[in-house]
């Protein structure tokens, strides 16, 4: 099992930078990918980013790209969010997830490809 916890939410202005942490505590070894989730109120759960865990290969969605980066520790098992401009459509519950290692039915841009969620953390970003 893999425990995630997540920290760094909170209130920001429109323009201005957050940066999220998570940290796997656990099972680590070998996990595959991480990534980034967040669902705004009425609105289905979206991918916001995702990191391949050796490679450090990245992915990003089109509302973030250019102004949101993912990053990792390997040897502490955390994974990093900075966010950048942002704007209040960012507004949402940010969650962090992981996935075992693995062959998986599932693309790593898809949720379930995921076996580990954190409970998220809220950010709000005032207009």
């Known amino acids: 099992q893999v425990q995630l916890v997540e920290s760094g939410g909170g209130l920001v202005q429109t323009g201005g930078p957050l940066r999220l942490s998570c940290v796997a505590t656990?099972?680590?070894?070998?996990?595959?990918?991480m990534a980034w989730f967040r669902q705004a109120p009425g609105k289905e759960r979206e991918l916001v980013a995702r990191i391949l865990w050796y490679s450090g290969n990245e992915y990003y969605s089109d509302s973030v790209k250019d102004r949101f980066t993912i990053s990792r520790d390997n040897a502490k098992s955390e994974v990093f969010l900075q966010m950048s401009y942002m704007k209040p459509e960012d507004t949402a519950v940010y969650y962090c997830a992981s996935a075992a290692p693995g062959d998986r039915r599932f693309s790593n841009l898809d949720g379930r490809y995921y076996d580990y969620w954190g409970r998220g953390t809220q950010v709000t970003v005032s207009s």
């Open positions: 656990g099972r680590t070894f070998g996990t595959n990918a």
